[in-house]
């Protein structure tokens, strides 16, 4: 008995060990994708050595299929490089709680399945920044560097992101993501299409936690490194640290104030 035990025992190590690197290589494959440029033809560094430039200077990108598409694969690659990272406590629960009771084939299924329904809500709110990223372009509102042209949508922007940094629906989505426990208690269903619908499930709940902060991206610059950076940081640590959702109020705070100081 004893043996069978630690023959389970070094079999869900083993199991955890996979989908941890599973979720680095995820991570590192899409900030690598990511910093060559996520076949934009300019890097991210190149984009930030120009912060500060007249952005009209460049010429203005000429919208297709072919284009929408290529800005769509950028914005997905972005949020999977950005929001992995916190959510790979979740994924990584998931991990062992569904290795006890699966074989191991099965088991990364499930964990494959749960992943891939939490990228696809994030997929969801790639199409619609695309869609956003069309509008401010064609209404000028957007620089061809990808950053606010006008200081009240700038504005408007910083002021909303703060404020949903403050709302109490951004609060209850923010516990769902910071318990990983919790929601595994509270949303598990069995079988791969229950894997898949936790998934979504999760995903959902993150993405009410963090969209405001990734419109920020339209202030500062969506292929902003800085910015970049930052929000994947500070994502990270609002939903992993101690105290974390304070910390995220106090930086709605500093939204709203910053978004008012440009008004005047």
């Known amino acids: 008995m004893t043996s069978a035990w630690a023959l389970l025992e070094a079999a869900l190590r083993r199991e955890r060990l996979v989908a941890l690197i599973g979720v680095l290589m995820v991570v590192a494959g899409s900030w690598a994708w990511l910093l060559l440029g996520a076949g934009t033809g300019m890097t991210p560094t190149d984009m930030t050595r120009m912060v500060g430039m007249d952005g009209w200077l460049m010429e203005p990108a000429q919208w297709s299929i072919g284009y929408a598409l290529l800005m769509f694969s950028m914005w997905w690659v972005m949020m999977i490089a950005m929001m992995v990272p916190s959510a790979a406590p979740m994924l990584l629960l998931f991990a062992r709680v569904n290795g006890q009771t699966r074989s191991a084939s099965s088991h990364a299924s499930s964990t494959g399945l749960f992943a891939a329904g939490y990228l ?85 709940w993150c993405l009410g936690c963090c969209w405001a902060l990734m419109t920020l991206l339209f202030f500062g610059g969506v292929m902003n490194l800085y910015w970049i950076i930052g929000l994947a940081v500070f994502v990270l640590l609002e939903k992993t640290i101690p105290h974390g959702q304070w910390v995220g109020r106090a930086v709605g705070i500093v939204l709203v104030g910053w978004g008012v100081l440009l008004l005047y």
């Open 120 to 204: 696809l809500v994030w997929g969801g709110f790639s199409a619609v920044a695309v869609a956003l990223q069309w509008a401010l372009e064609t209404a000028r509102l957007l620089s061809p560097m990808l950053e606010t042209s006008t200081v009240l949508l700038g504005a408007g922007i910083l002021i909303a992101a703060g404020l949903w940094q403050l709302s109490p629906m951004k609060g209850v989505c923010l516990r769902h993501c910071r318990t990983p426990l919790g929601f595994l208690i509270g949303h598990w269903r069995p079988g791969y299409s229950g894997a898949f619908r936790m998934g979504l499930a999760h995903g959902a």
